[in-house]
């Protein structure tokens, strides 16, 4: 059966879940409206995306080092109480949130970071490409929007398939989280680090604020 977008605006709208989470619950029970509800309850997504909107104004920075010093990564994760932030599980995720960042190298931590002249640039790129393959100008659209959504997949860190489980990606990694923690995980912001390439102004700002921090504590 085709998952189409209204059942998954539908979906979303009666459980919270995020769009991905949504659109794999609709697959996975053949578009049954009332079993996907069910199937997101059962992973606990629906009760974590209820969270989401709680302020979530603790938590850590932790860094992770590969490759013998290679590539380096600094990462803010944030959460709730600062209870939560002491524990070994929560610890745990950002040192796996951490090593997803080195080993997949994303650029933003979720699509809507991503500036609106980069999508624009990308899509000129798609439809050139999709030119220069001959394709129909009827489905050029259509394809473009396809090959976006890869594009999303591969830059934003919520989006990607978590390295240690692909069949989830890492958003479905930090709401099974949330719903096992009963707080609220935010993934604020990360710098990736590695040997041989540049540094951008906003990766320096970031880097010297975790310093600051530390040689103030």
Known sequence: MEITAAMVKELRERTGAGMMDCKKALMATNGDI???IDELRTKGLAKAAKKAGRIASEGIVASYIHGGGRIG???EVNCETDFVAKTDEFKSLVHDIAMQIAASSPEYVRREEV??????HEKEILRAQALEEGKPEKVIEKMIEGRLEKFFKEKCLLEQPFI???DKTVQELVHEHIAKIGENINIRRFVRYEVGEGIQKEETNFAAEVMAQIKGE
């Open 34 to 36: 009332e079993k996907a």
């Open 73 to 75: 990564v600094l990462v």
């Open 115 to 120: 500036p609106e002249e980069v999508i624009n």
């Open 164 to 166: 240690k489980d692909p």
